[in-house]
DNA sequence: GACGATTTTCCTGTTT
DNA sequence: GAAACAGGAAAATCGT
């Protein structure tokens, strides 16, 4: 049965839908035909109380939705029609399937996604108190600690970050400019770049948060970094 | 409103 | 030549 569920499932949606759908265009309004709950107050109690993979069409598709709002990301960006799919084949997508479709918010949902998942948790969701959250993640104020707590989530961060020597601190940017989207979307900043973000992690070569690593794309934390060693989070 | 910290933007020059 | 780095300068943003 799983099996069914295939790329090329995927593949068929596409096709028979115009990617420029919009959201009321092909599923309507919701509200009209099933029963919704108050996802904005009982967020993390439903998008985990129920695996992704079990997820309906429309369970998929308000969560969409839900991300777009909470995390006030640009639903024009997504093409909506390539996720007229259920759970179990949002969760077969290939992750360049995922990025294809959801646009710039690719990476930035797809990490979502990965969260519940695999920890069945979401952004929403107090886990441990002790170390660096996906909460964290969403609330951390500072550039470095946005890093930081990317490079904490290695199975989520969708290869945009990548640690050379964990013991050292020494990371990694694969995807320069999918990292400055990134930042770009939680700062609410659609012009941010590689080179603009890059300028703001050099500043904190003063301040003793990163320190100077001589290869390109390479970064240390430095000795007023704290959260990233392994055993001390 | 002033202030400081941080980040963004723009820039020129250098290195890989 | 392109991408990335280095860092100055000024402006913007935000919290206090």
Not at 7 to 32: A, I, K
Not at 50 to 65: A, D, F, G, T
Not at 117 to 142: A, C, M, W
Not at 199 to 212: D, N, P, Q, V, W
Request: proline residues 2%; hydrophobic residues 35%; charged residues 25%.
């Amino acid at each position: 049965m799983l099996d069914s569920v295939t790329h090329s499932t995927f593949l068929s949606n596409t096709m028979v839908c115009d990617p420029l759908m919009s959201w009321t265009e092909l599923f309507g309004t919701t509200e009209d035909v099933y029963p919704t709950c108050d996802h904005q107050t009982d967020s993390d109690s439903f998008w985990t109380s129920i695996h992704p993979e079990y997820w309906s069409k429309h369970n998929v598709c308000e969560w969409l939705q839900f991300c777009c709002d909470q995390y006030k990301l640009d639903a024009n960006c997504i093409s909506f029609s390539h996720f007229n799919i259920n759970g179990l084949q949002l969760c077969n997508m290939t992750q360049e399937e995922f990025l294809d479709a959801a646009g710039i918010c690719g990476e930035y949902l797809y990490f979502i996604l990965q969260n519940i998942r695999t920890h069945g948790i979401s952004f929403f969701t107090d886990v441990e108190e002790t170390k660096p959250t996906n909460k964290d993640y969403l609330q951390s104020s500072h550039l470095w600690e946005f890093v930081r707590d990317l490079l904490l989530s290695p199975e989520e961060n969708g290869g945009i970050l990548e640690w050379e020597d964990r013991g050292q601190g020494i990371f990694r940017v694969v995807k320069s400019e999918a990292l400055a989207k990134m930042w770009g979307q939680r700062k609410k900043n659609d012009r941010m770049t590689y080179e603009k973000l890059s300028r703001a992690l050099r500043y904190y070569y003063k301040t003793g948060i990163l320190e100077r690593v001589d290869r390109r794309l390479v970064y240390k934390f430095g000795k007023n970094a704290h959260g990233w060693q392994e055993n001390k989070i």
